[in-house]
């Protein structure tokens, strides 16, 4: 056990490393300012004494706190450690470096805790590359000393290790968790991939780089289906076509530009850390890590930004006509008809099938069951029409199972026109009671599909074991609540827009 002072060392490193971890949660303003006060009175009454290094990693320790919520502490934690700094700097030593050279980052600081309890005890194991003596010299305090107040004034400071603003720090964390489709609690993907937009809209001409190759990283999620506000993707496409005359006339002299990840992740962590003066410090710092060895004036490139600008925005404007621009199926009657003009059933039972595979097939192959099935009029079972109601409910669950299957949600413009197709089924009057007396086909996990090739050609199909009768296959209360599940799933998916999509028609 150490002593520094009236106090337990271990017990005052605890605390500084609790409220360190703690600082990710957003601690309440002020919480923790009596210990950052503490720690700055202590460091201030002696700022060139022996134990000082204490004191100032211990206010390394606690600078994320202080930089986020130490709204009583701050000004008082960064006189205390320029007054280290002006005090210790200038000292002689025979160390050719020190630890605070190479400190680079909030990696590095997890490693404090564990050194604080270690520098001063002779008899502790020692596995550092520098020595207790150079932790200890009086140059290194203060250049921790200047690391902390870099922490605290981001940017502000000379002469240390570069690293990532708190603030930089948490868009990446939470962009990297949205990207990897496990957002952070509280996070809005829609308005988070928004203000991605607009941040580049505003962007500073030295930011804009950063800024678009962060909407080049979010733009393939937002592009891909998953958003489904369509403001969203018109914010993004518009903030692109903002910034790209800044550099469309540009040339360079590069024999060739970097070849940018293609992993979403890794593309944002990258814009995150171009968009500042500090980042594109640390970018220069770690440039193999970051841009494979890209240099900077490479990645930044306004030549290049051109090429990524204009990439961008084809896939935005592909990805917004995919999502809520209108959909040619006709092609399809050729995938799913057989030349007679009858349904291949086999194939079309084939691709309910709830797996991966199908996902691919589904939001096309729905959205033509429902047009088709909307065509066919409703017709009596009578007369030779009974093949037309079988078909129409066979097109009837195609649609609402496709819908099942669509991955991870189908576009806008496929719900919205099945939507409008089995709505008018869904509102039609049925009976209060089935004229048949077996149950239903069942819909769960599409069940269903096992007797459908019987139902719709038993001619050419053997029966299953499931025994439903063609009555209860084309039932209208079967159809209404076939109707109801794909309505209700659809419905409120989007926020449906009349007014737009006649515009873009």
Known sequence: MTDIGDMDLEDLVS?????????????PDGEHDGTVLDCAARLAAAPGAADAYVWVLGLTL??????????????????????????????????????????????????????????????????????RAAWSCPRNVAGFARIALDILRPGEVEDVPPRLSLEDREDIRTLQALLELYPEPGTDVAEEIASQGSRLHDAEP?????????????????????IQDRSVLRGLIGAVEKVLPDFADATCDHDGHPKLSGHSTDAAELGIVLSSPSGRRVYEHKRDHYGGGAPLDQMVCPAFMAEVARE?????????????????????????????????????????????????HADELGLW?????????????????????RERTVLLLTARQAMTISYPAPPYAVARDVLAALRRTAAAPRPERCAHTGAHPPLDAGEFRTGLPHFYAPEEFPPTDDGHSVESWTCARFAGQVADACVAALEGLYEEDGAQDEAEQ
């Not at 804009?208 to 990283?217: I, Y």
């Not at 809520?324 to 086999?346: K, M, N, Q, V, W």
């Not at 429902?370 to 109601?389: K, S």
């Open 206 to 226: 030295a930011e804009r780089p950063g800024r678009l190759h962060v909407v080049r990283a979010v733009s393939w999620h937002a592009a891909s289906g998953m």
């Open 62 to 131: 606690l600078a994320p706190y202080t930089n986020r919520s130490g709204v009583g502490s701050r000004a008082e934690a960064e006189a205390a450690l320029r007054a280290a700094d002006a005090a210790q700097r200038a000292a002689s030593c025979d160390h050719d470096t020190h630890p605070y050279e190479t400190h680079a980052g909030y990696g590095d600081d997890e490693e404090l805790p564990d050194l604080l309890l270690r520098i001063p005890d002779e008899t502790a194991e020692w596995y550092e590359d520098h020595s």
């Open 369 to 389: 069951a429902a047009r088709r099935y909307d065509r066919l009029e409703r017709l009596e079972e009578d007369g030779g029409q009974i093949d037309r109601l």
């Open 15 to 27: 605390s500084w490393e609790e409220i360190r971890d703690e600082y990710d949660y957003w601690a």
């Open 312 to 360: 961008t925005l084809t896939g935005l404007r592909a990805g917004y006509d995919k999502i809520f621009g209108p959909r040619d199926t006709s092609h399809l009657d050729a995938e799913y008809l057989r030349p007679d003009g009858r349904l291949d059933i086999e194939k079309v039972t084939e691709r309910l099938h709830n797996v991966s595979w199908n996902e691919r």
